[in-house]
């Protein structure tokens, strides 16, 4: 990349109508995604990634660690409240609609979200028409500790993959992919991914994580090297630090990313100081 870095964000503001596809493409647009969708063509995109608030429903006091404690540094962050499921259900509505419309015909879309709200997630999607294509159970292999013992230990996430319709085909799948990441001989869909940690994830000048919630760049390499192709259109309308719009740029695609929050922006920006690049990883098939 040797663009200047201030080149890849795109301010967002009243006074913009519509964007033109040569204008927000590889650029992170920062603004509101509810503002932005709006203004982005009709069947700009190729593959949609998804990963729209929780909606944990924490509860205002501070979760401890039993042993010592200390805070669990979880999602506290202001983007995962709502008043009510109706608040959260009307969002999501409003930005699938919105995806939906600057969708291809051809295109899919990626959803991933934890038990919290991935239920409701499908079943708007459902009453919206989408078609459901498969799901995909992330496993992780190093999940968050159980400190408090009274449940089971969350250490899965799901995705959804689906069309925009059920009349859309001749959408992109690599079946030889899908068997090499998946268990046993054929693609199925449980992946094994450890969470961000270490180098990959994105911190401050002080060390602290930037984002609560950042995935790891291989769940984003299996889902935009099997469903996309080359030269192709990543979309990512709730960008965080990057992480669609990194590993799309490192795998020959290009992207369009919407992020509102200026330290998300700054991570991202901090990311693209050097050229994307995608470290080959052993792919572990420890489940069968």
């Known amino acids: ?118 239920f409701r997630i499908g079943k708007i999607m459902q009453d919206k028409k989408f078609w459901l294509l498969s799901n995909i159970s992330w496993i992780k292999s190093n999940p968050m500790p159980n400190w408090l013992g009274v449940r089971f230990t969350n250490a899965t996430e799901t995705l959804i993959w689906a069309t925009k ?39 401050d000048s002080e060390g602290n994580k930037i984002h609560s919630t950042q995935k790891p760049l291989e769940l984003l390499r299996r889902i935009i090297e099997i469903t996309s192709n080359e030269e192709d259109i990543i979309f990512d309308p709730m960008a965080g630090v990057g992480t669609a719009g990194y590993a799309a740029k490192a795998l020959n695609r290009n992207f369009i990313m919407i992020e509102k929050e200026k330290k998300y922006i700054e991570g991202i920006v901090q990311r693209f100081k050097s050229e994307p690049k995608l470290v080959e990883k052993k792919v572990k098939k420890e489940i069968e």
């Open 1 to 118: 990349m040797n663009k200047k870095i201030s080149e890849i964000v795109l301010k967002d503001n009243k006074s913009i109508i519509n964007y033109s596809l040569d204008q927000i493409t590889n650029k992170v647009i920062h603004g509101d995604a509810l503002d932005v969708l709006k203004k982005i063509p009709d069947g700009s995109v190729d593959l949609v990634f998804m990963d729209p608030p929780y909606f944990l429903q924490l509860p205002k006091k501070q979760l401890k660690r039993w042993n010592v404690k200390s805070d669990v540094n979880g999602v506290n962050d202001d983007w995962d409240k709502f008043e009510s499921f109706e608040e959260y259900d009307e969002f999501i509505s409003i930005v699938l609609d919105e995806v939906r419309r600057i969708m291809k015909e051809n295109a899919t879309i990626w959803i991933i979200s934890t038990y919290h709200s991935i």
């Open 165 to 203: 319709n059920k009349e859309a085909k001749k959408y992109t799948f690599k079946k030889d992919l899908a068997k090499r990441y998946g268990i046993g001989k054929v693609g199925a869909n449980v992946w094994l991914i450890p969470l961000c940690t270490g180098k990959e994830r994105i911190k």
